[in-house]
């Protein structure tokens, strides 16, 4: 499956956050994954095991986006869909970036990446 990641960014601060995800298939529990992290616990950074989860997570309404080409440009993208929900008459309540990027950046040349950008939206009041 491809990396998903969720970026919250405080502008104001110039700081931002991020968690990580792949996708499970549905054999996948919350037993597995916990029999998985004592196998493992030994081979990796007790600090970075302990941040791992297994949970569920859902967009909501959202305005989706998909970017092609260089990361670096995503920030032009992203205000292009500012722009576009509040002409729709939705405002975007947290800066919750929740990209889905869908090529190996590795093995791709960055004109050819794409990623899907999504940001939760609510009515505007």
């Known amino acids: 499956m491809p990396m998903e990641v969720l970026w919250k960014v405080n502008r104001e601060k110039q700081e931002f956050k991020f968690t990580m995800m792949l996708m499970q298939p549905e054999y996948i529990s919350t037993e597995l994954v916990a029999g998985a992290k004592v196998k493992v616990h030994t081979k990796v950074d007790a600090i ?6 297994f949970e569920s997570y859902s967009d909501g309404v959202c305005v ?3 970017h092609v080409g260089a990361y670096e440009k995503m920030n032009a993208a992203g205000k292009l869909m500012e722009d ?6 939705y405002t975007i309540p947290v800066y919750f970036s929740h990209d889905i990027y869908l090529n190996d950046v ?15 939206v609510v009515k505007a009041s």
């Not at 970075?48 to 989860?53: D, G, H, N, P, T």
């Not at 960055?110 to 950008?117: G, H, R």
């Open 48 to 53: 970075q095991l302990e941040k791992v989860r």
């Open 64 to 66: 989706q986006y998909l």
């Open 84 to 89: 576009y929900v509040r002409l729709q008459g």
């Open 106 to 120: 590795r093995k791709t040349k960055p004109e050819n990446l794409k990623s899907v950008m999504r940001y939760q």
